[in-house]
């Protein structure tokens, strides 16, 4: 690979550890207060399976990150990088669509499931939780273009 | 790459078409009418972008299948194959989360969004797209698995 390429590469994995950490701090700090009609409404991330599992999966990509940084180049380390960046990337698009779908319900309601949205009144912690959803795509985004750049160039030519 | 894995490649990549196309079809033909208080309830999948999406991503997932098995085998053929898996198993992925999202809060609603379980209105409705669901993750695992033993058979072992 040339040395221009393996810096490009280099930087979005730290872009794509930032934006994954970033993710998991911004999902795990939406919480907001309020009333509506003197009824107290609390909205916490914990409240949705998606969103835990968004949070925990944008800490392990994170984490991760450190990985391909640190194994040795040649091999099987290699061999064994792109194997888990595809296994990586496929639990961030896990983790940005199942909590992407549920902000939908949230900002948007389901009127044939007597959904309604959330957002008019917790406005605040759906701005947050955007703004989570936002840093864990451009993670994926990050690491993806990271994963199909190894595969397309590393591949071995020759294969049957 | 020895004969047995071959063949074995070759029947997950058929298990993986059919899975993906019976998704979509139990998918386009989850629908149900009943009545609740006399109020009549109509369940349609397309009623949730996720299941519209789930539709169409497991569509496109069967009509790629017949690419890998006509794509020349060696070259950049082969490469592209193994990019163009990686991009649908993201594909696949986000399907089977964002409905599987979706699904979650039909059956179990959400207390604090103040969303309604609506699978004992629409039990019919509810078996048919878990149906889906189940199509859609069986796929997705033979899928992936193919993709997986592809990249850690036959990734260039010498790359730096």
Chains 1, 2 share one sequence.
Request: with cysteine; glycine share 6%; hydrophobic share 55%.
């Amino acid at each position: 690979m040339a040395k221009t390429p393996r810096a490009c590469i280099l930087v979005l994995r730290l872009l794509s550890m930032a934006a994954a950490v970033s993710a998991a701090v911004v999902m795990a700090t939406s919480h907001q207060t309020t009333s509506f009609f003197n009824i107290a409404i609390k909205a916490e991330f914990y409240h949705s399976p998606s969103f835990t599992f968004f949070l925990a999966a944008n800490a392990v990509a994170g984490v991760y990150s450190l990985f391909p940084l640190l194994a040795p180049r040649a091999g099987l380390g290699s061999r064994w990088v792109v194997v888990l960046d595809v296994v990586v990337a496929m639990l961030l698009t896990a983790a940005v669509a199942a909590a992407g779908a549920i902000s939908e319900v949230g900002k948007k309601g389901n009127e044939h499931a007597g959904w309604l949205p959330i957002c008019g009144q917790v406005s605040k912690y759906c701005h947050h939780v955007m703004g989570a959803l936002i840093c864990g795509f451009v993670g994926l985004l990050c690491h993806t273009t990271v994963v199909l750049h190894t595969i397309s160039t590393e591949l071995d030519p020759l294969l049957p």
